[in-house]
Structure formats: C-alpha cells, structure tokens
C-alpha cells in the first residue's frame, strides 16, 4: 500500500502534462514552489490543483496590479481605478459583504496614492506587460533543454531620467519597506531578478537594472462601534471622543486610509533600483538548470518531499489536504479545489 502513492502519482503528471501543456514552462512562481515544498509544487504544477477561493492576499495584489497595467496603457487614473476593481461589484456567495467591500477600497485607495505619488516622477513606459520566453540552457554543454523553457512576463520597461532601460516590477507587500527593513537584503538575493534581466534582454531591451515598485498593504482596518457595556458618556450625554457609535463604513474606511496615505506615503510605497552583475546572471541559470533536474528526478521517482514547517505549511493553499492525508487522484479536484486547464494564469493560455 504504501509503495503505490508514487507510481499513482507518476501516472497522474504524465496525463496533466498531456492535457494541460505543449511545453512545461518553468515561470518565478513555479520555481520558488518547488524551492518552498516539492509536494506544494506537485499539488499546483503537476496536478494543476488550486483553490476555487482565491486569498485574499492574491486576489488584491491581482487587482492592485491590474490597475497599474491599465495606468500604464494609457488610461486616466479614474478609469484604471474602475477597470481594477470591476470584480469586486458582485459579492461572491463565500465573501462576507463588509469585508468585499473594504478591499476594494484598499484596492481603490492605494491606487489612487500611488498615481499621486508617481504622477511626476521621470520614468517613462517603453513597453507594458510583456511575455518571455527563454531557452534553459545546460551550463556545460551550453545545449537548451528539451523538456523545459524559462517563462514569465514582464510588467513594464521604462527608461529611467539617466536614459538607462530598466525592468519595471510591481510587488504588494504586507510586511515592512521602508529602506532599512530586511525587505530589501532579501529582494537584492532573489532569482527573479535575474530572469527579468535576461528575459528584457531576449525581448530585445539592453536594460541596466531592475526597478522594484513596492506597495504596502494597509495595517489600519475599519474601526468599530464601541461596545455598549463599555461606552461612557460626557455630561452633556455625547460620547468620549474616542468612542464610536456606530462602526465605520468601508468607505468611511477608505477615506481615512487615503488620508494616512497621503500623510505617509514613505510607508504605503517605495521604489528602489537592484541591480545585477553578469555573474549573477550566469548562477541564476545554473540554478534553473539544477531545479529542473531535481524536478525531473521527483517526476522519475514519483516522490515529491513535503517540506513541513510553519514557515511554509501556513501559507500553503493546499495545507488541508496534505496535512490531513487527504488522498488525491488523478483529474479529481478535492472539495473547494479545482483543476485548472493553463496551470501558470499569469501567462496566456494556448499559445503554444
Ligand atoms: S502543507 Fe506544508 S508540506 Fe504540505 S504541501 Fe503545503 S507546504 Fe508542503
């Protein structure tokens, strides 16, 4: 019995790659899943497995960065706003009402700080939203990969005010930026930025370096009606400043967040170049080529290792299922999951 999970699981890529996929396209993404848990990479990759309910970490970074996409096409800053949050004008059966509507004022709000905080900076948009794909290349032999091609997509080249190209990235952060936080060691060592380099570089653009745009998700939340066992009253029979009534509205809330970040906007969002130097191009693609062979291994041998770590199992969309022993087969999607058809959405479908 427990000899057979693997060949079950073996049989199980072999139909997904045949049915969702010409090419196995090795995206950022893609890779850092494998680098977290090789079980969390074949639940997503191989098996095509994902959640019907997106987080709602993924869902507002997928809407934050859908109205920057809009911005930088050429739409008035009203117009991407409204382009950004056109998901969020029916509530999904699952949502809760109140909390819907406070993200799409986040969303609404931190777009708006952010066209108002860059609206005279000196970058202009070369190109937006371009695909890549690059051949993955054995570093002895110097002979590209038969099973695997480097993909991704590229959220915009600018030319910066010294005439440099640039890759420009957008991320969402719920964690600290500010220059001197751990946020920045940590991007200045992530592969991704090599594979943009290089990608850019495929794509025809000599760029320098890469500018990170980084956005800070809110801390302050909606604020709530004082309890009634716990308000206290002036003389005058109104209530302590600080109390409240009632709770605040989602777009109470949003005005307030807009306010804070029109007061802090160093918080909300910071840009900075990280470069990289031409050996560290050359070590990122050794890398890729070694990843690839660990995932070939993993396919051969039908064994994919959990990597179990509160680190990494507490973040993981697939943590009921696998934590459980939940047992998966081949083209049945667990309850709350579903199979997806293009396993990298980021990238367009069917252009094979
Ligand atoms: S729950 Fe933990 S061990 Fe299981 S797939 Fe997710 S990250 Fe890996």
Redesign the pocket.
């Known amino acids: 019995m427990t000899q057979a999970a693997p060949h079950h699981e073996a049989s199980q890529v072999t139909e997904q790659r045949c049915a969702g996929a010409a090419r196995d396209l090795l995206t950022s993404t893609r890779l850092a899943t494998l680098r977290?848990?090789a079980?969390?990479h074949y639940?997503r990759y191989e098996l095509g497995l994902s959640r019907v309910r997106t987080s709602d970490a993924l869902r507002l970074g997928a809407a934050f960065h859908r109205g920057l996409e809009r911005y930088n096409r050429g739409a008035d800053p009203a117009d991407a706003i409204v382009d950004a949050v056109a998901e969020y004008e029916f509530v999904p059966d699952w949502a809760d009402s109140f909390e819907w509507d406070v993200e799409r004022e986040i969303i609404q709000q931190l777009l708006a700080g952010h066209f108002w905080r860059y609206e005279k900076d000196d970058v202009e948009i070369i190109a937006v939203e371009r695909t890549f794909e690059l051949p993955l290349v054995n570093p002895q032999s110097g002979r590209p990969s038969r099973a695997f091609v480097i993909a991704g997509k590229i959220d915009a080249i600018v030319r910066l005010a010294d005439g440099r190209l640039a890759v420009l990235e957008y991320k969402t952060a719920g964690e600290d930026i500010a220059p001197d936080s751990d946020y920045w060691p940590r991007l200045r060592c992530d592969p991704q930025i090599s594979q943009y380099v290089l990608a850019a570089r495929a794509l025809g653009f000599d760029v320098a370096t890469v500018l990170y745009d980084v956005t800070r998700k809110p801390t302050i939340s909606p604020l709530r009606a004082t309890p009634l066992d716990k308000r206290k009253y002036t003389k005058d029979g109104r209530l302590y400043a600080a109390q409240r009534e009632n709770d605040e509205t989602p777009e109470e809330f949003g005005q307030r967040l807009l306010v804070d970040v029109g007061d802090r906007p160093d918080y909300y969002f910071q840009r900075r170049e990280v470069p990289r130097l031409e050996d560290e191009l050359a070590e990122f693609q050794a890398e890729v080529w070694q990843q690839a062979k660990q995932l070939l291994d993993a396919r051969r041998h039908g064994r994919w290792f959990?990597?179990?770590h509160r680190f990494?199992?507490g973040t993981?969309e697939?943590?009921n299922i696998?934590?459980n022993g939940v047992r998966v087969t081949s083209g049945t999607a667990p309850a709350g999951f579903q199979i997806l058809t293009n396993v990298s959405p980021e990238l367009p479908a069917g252009d094979d």
């Open positions: 977290r848990c079980k969390q639940l959990r990597n179990v990494t199992c993981c697939f943590a696998c934590l």
